[in-house]
RNA sequence: UGGGUUAUGGUGUAACGGUAGCACAACAGAUUUUGAUUCUGUUUGUCUAGGUUCGAACCCUGGUAACCCAACCA
């Protein structure tokens, strides 16, 4: 445990500003648009975000960026109040930008009196013309050298709903020729007369992103901004205004996104994807979004664990799902309970049993003593996952096959006798002797076999429906393929059984986390009933048998 | 053809002029009443060409590649 983890960049800098003195404690915020639900960009941004001033003292805040009425909505700050509570945060402060809406106006004047700031009454299509190009510098407008006086009653008139929509916009005056798009005189506030969500019809002029963002942090006393690479060429004009208006001097820093292999992971596409019905919804269990995960069974902890390992840095990247999948798996195989569910079933028929006997077993529920055990009920017929059986036994095949012997997991050491088949040749049954001294726990036969298998009770269990998930795309990167990145859409990305499960799964409640032994973990999803009893897959085990069948 | 950012195994991330390390993945083996877990071992890397230096992933110069910037979105 002595080993230090090495830091990133931005806990350096951390660190170098409190030796520095530079402050005495640190202040971060999560700043979402309320106008979507939560994904893994976002779970990595919080943890970042919480995880500093988890380390280092200080807090974080939670600030919905509400400055664009027509896209925002309260169901959207609820969702995201809720996933991050899920992931185990907690926000100092609970804030909006349109908290400063009056403050930013006042903003707004003092740059207008200071003549850095004039109104615009060009269109959308004019003053992106005059704006040039990257290569071509811009020219300036002609409302440009509007007099001061001039400036504040037309922005005035804005502010009281005299001016429609688009007719009139207020313009930082800074610099057309400026080699920083971002510079060549960006609007600060535009006109919309749309309802708010937090401040109702009382304005009708919104202030634009970089004329919000900045503000808010340093009303907020934000000592660390920190946002994504595409942000960078926003930091300029971050620290203008700043240094016009004279505020508490907030400072942005960036970071990049992180992209998880066999996804996409922006707001667009994985609307596309709700809209267009490829999936169920938001939280479908094959999205990325923390809701989705969360139904889909993923805990906190794995997808705070997989933040940490992957790290922060400034370098575009596609992180392996497998990581995520080895988190995931890590964590559930230290937490979940074990249990016997059957997903392929095989009837099994034990010719040396006494009809109608039921045995009561005791099967371990975790992965050590600590989790205590459980009744299972064994009784003459079974079921066995079909794959548990094969006619002709392939090579280092050590499962059941004509003449070999198993051991069913907590109960007996079967032999296989015979099988039954249909006209189609399908196997429809397995007939085996039992060896009543193999009992599991006491166990005198002397008899060694490689493999153990997992079985249910066929007058026992009960039916449930199984959604077996898998990865949602076929091809790692799918944004950057030719074509539509729909065309990518894993076909098989969900396949439904009905599976036997043992009776004691009848208690699972939502929180739980299951492993169906030798299939994977699992959950009850959120629509199951005591009628319709619905487990969705979170995650397989590892399967070396699958890799040997590989290698032919 | 402007400006900005970034280049370390298949993937992600360290090394702060001094032994290229860690994790995932892959591969091989041991243990196993889950072909899981656990344990052991192996393979694979500094974008490129020069330069400075006793010594360069790191500093300098020139290339190359990728990404971002011309929304009244954030």
Redesign the pocket.
Known sequence: MSEEK????LE?IIETDLADGKYTSIVTRFPP?PNGYLHMGHATSICLNFGLTNKYPGYTNLRF?D??PV?EDTEFVESIKEDIKWLGFEWKHELYASDYFDTMYEYAVTLINKGLAYVED???EE??KL?G???EPGKDSAARSRSVAENLDLFTRMKNGEFA???K?LRAKIDMAH????MRDP?IY??KHAHHHRTGDKWCI?P??DFA?GQSDSIENITHSICT??????RELYDWFIEKLEIYPSHQYEF?RRNLSYTVMSKRKLKQLVEEKHVAGWDDPRMPTISGMRRRGFTPQSIRTFCD????????????F??LE?CL??DL?NTAL?TMAVLDPLKLIITNYEDGKTEELQSENG?DEAYGTRTVPFSKELWIEREDFMEVPAK????FAPGASV?L??AYILRCDTFDKDESGKVTAIHCTYFPES???S?TSGIAVK???HWVSATHAAMAQVNMYDRLFKVENPGSEEGDFKDYINPDSLHIVQAFIEPSLLKATLSDHF?F??KGYFCLDKESTAEKIIFNRTVT?????V??VK?G
Do not use: C
């Open positions: 090495s830091l990133n960049f350096e648009e960026d400055t664009n896209a060009a269109t959308a003053i992106a704006k190009t990257p290569t929509d688009g007719t916009t080699t920083n798009m971002l609007l535009r006109i919104y634009m992103y963002h690479l595409e942000f960078i060429p926003h990049a390992k992957v790290g922060i840095a400034k370098r575009e990247n596609i992180i392996d497998s990581l080895f798996r890590e195989n074990r992965p280092k095949w050590f499962r051991r997991k907590s009992k599991s726990g166990d493999g153990t298998i492993q032994l030798r085990l590892k399967d070396a048998w890799k040997e290698k």
